[in-house]
């Protein structure tokens, strides 16, 4: 137990996670494989029929193994402080080979490593995201004309978003620590957030969901956890995103989506098709086929959306197919983990083991650890959460219904409704 640790074990496990967090305090991994915007002018100059030519600079690992080294020979024991930490410098030794790989074909085999593939099995061990993704595309594509009208008229610009968002932001955060929210033309996606600002490409057009996104996705989970793993005084590490916590940071804030009601069919659905791609182009579909994928299923009537959305797929590593960047695929993958821990933390009854997931950026395999250093007085209790963590009546009632619900065979209640159901597809064929 960490609790009966001595004064000088403490000591080592504290400068090993500093080591680790300087180590990979050096590996921006989105930073590095981001593409400059002049890329999307080029490729459609070209008539949409020329693969883009990113330019990466590799990561010299030298250093980083040198910490990651030195870090190791201090993690000397077994409990499951142990074990985070040992798989942090196994996570951040791989990070520095996989961005010491960018435009590789090697690039592909520490992404798989780092973030799994599409078809690495989840939760379960029986499924895979790419199982999910398609049975998702196949359900929601029946939505997209209906979603099409249902799409509520009102529309935002990046200044008008901003507003909101400035409106919203303290009640969260307090005036002291509320994220800036930054207007530019320095980022490729429509929005992106960092540890205490969210950006808001100028140029980009947003829904009242998207809104709602940005404050449930980027806010109260992003920045929110990255604040509260700071904000402990010692394992600095905490507050630092990294591949090895993506998939849990990932898989709860497109949760956080879900139980607010901030998700539609179509956003859905990109994610599905992000991990449909992804396996696409591990298989040797090249840019452009990955781009005319997404402008065929529904991500957007914007052709630079759906660059963007093959961008995600290729940054990093190679536009020619083979060898993609699969970090999409975690936000299924990380849903079905979320889900089924919250599902598992209800049957128990002990609401601090869903405040677990706010104490800092971690991944659900570090939720032992975290929870005997918190027993240990080592670590704080998160300061902001949402207000579903915070508040969790509804999340509880939800989950014990949904974890009931789960045992009900779809299939014979289906029956019950065959006739209605097929004149329902009739209707729609016609």
């Not at 142990?82 to 942090?88: A, I, Y």
């Amino acid at each position: 137990m960490i609790a009966e640790f001595s004064p000088s074990e403490l000591e080592r496990l504290e400068r090993a996670a500093d080591l680790l967090f300087e180590a990979e305090d050096r590996l921006p991994v989105l930073k590095s494989i981001n593409w400059d915007r002049s890329l999307a002018t080029t490729f459609f100059a070209s008539g949409e029929k020329e693969l883009p030519k990113p330019v990466y600079t590799p990561v010299d690992p030298t250093s980083t193994y040198e910490q990651v080294n030195a870090a190791r020979a201090l993690i000397d024991g077994s409990s499951p402080v142990h074990d985070w930490l040992k798989r942090l410098a196994d996570v951040t030794e791989r990070t520095a080979g996989m961005l010491n790989a960018v435009g590789t074909p090697a690039f592909y085999g520490f992404s798989s490593a780092l973030y799994g593939s599409p078809t690495t099995y989840i939760a379960d061990g029986q499924n895979s995201a790419l199982d999910l993704a398609f049975r998702l595309d196949r359900h929601l594509s029946d939505f997209d004309e209906a979603s099409m009208r249902l799409d509520p008229q009102v529309k935002l610009s990046a200044e008008e978003l901003k507003l909101r968002l400035d409106e919203q932001l303290p009640e969260h955060f307090g005036k002291e620590h509320v994220p800036e929210v930054i207007i530019t033309a320095d980022v490729s996606a429509k929005a992106a957030a960092g540890k205490d600002y969210i950006k808001l490409r100028d140029d980009a057009e947003f829904s009242d969901l998207d809104a709602d996104q940005l404050l449930q996705h980027e806010a109260l989970v992003h920045i929110a956890t990255g604040y509260n793993g700071r904000n402990h005084g010692r394992f600095k590490v905490l507050g630092e995103s990294h591949p090895g916590n993506a998939q849990t940071q990932e898989g709860l804030a497109v949760f956080a989506e879900f139980i607010t009601g901030s998700i539609d069919p179509r956003r859905f659905r990109r994610l599905a098709n992000r991990v449909i791609a992804i396996n696409m182009a591990a298989e040797g579909a090249d840019f452009i086929e990955i781009y005319k994928f997404f402008r065929e299923n529904g991500v957007s009537d914007v052709p630079f959306e759906a660059f963007e959305s093959a961008r995600r797929v290729f940054r990093g590593g190679t536009v020619t197919g083979g060898a993609p960047f699969t970090k999409d695929s975690v936000y299924l993958s990380g849903l079905v983990e979320v889900h089924s821990y919250l599902r598992a933390a209800v049957r128990c009854g002990d609401a601090s083991l869903i405040q677990l997931l706010f104490i800092g950026k971690i991944d659900v395999a570090d939720l032992d650890a975290m929870d005997l250093m918190l027993e240990a007085g080592l670590l704080t209790r998160p300061t902001i959460m949402p207000p579903w963590a915070r508040d969790m009546r509804y999340l509880v009632a939800y989950l014990s219904y949904s974890t009931f619900l789960n045992q009900i065979d779809i299939s014979q209640v289906a029956t019950r409704y065959s006739g209605l159901i097929e004149r329902a597809r009739n209707r729609s064929d016609a």
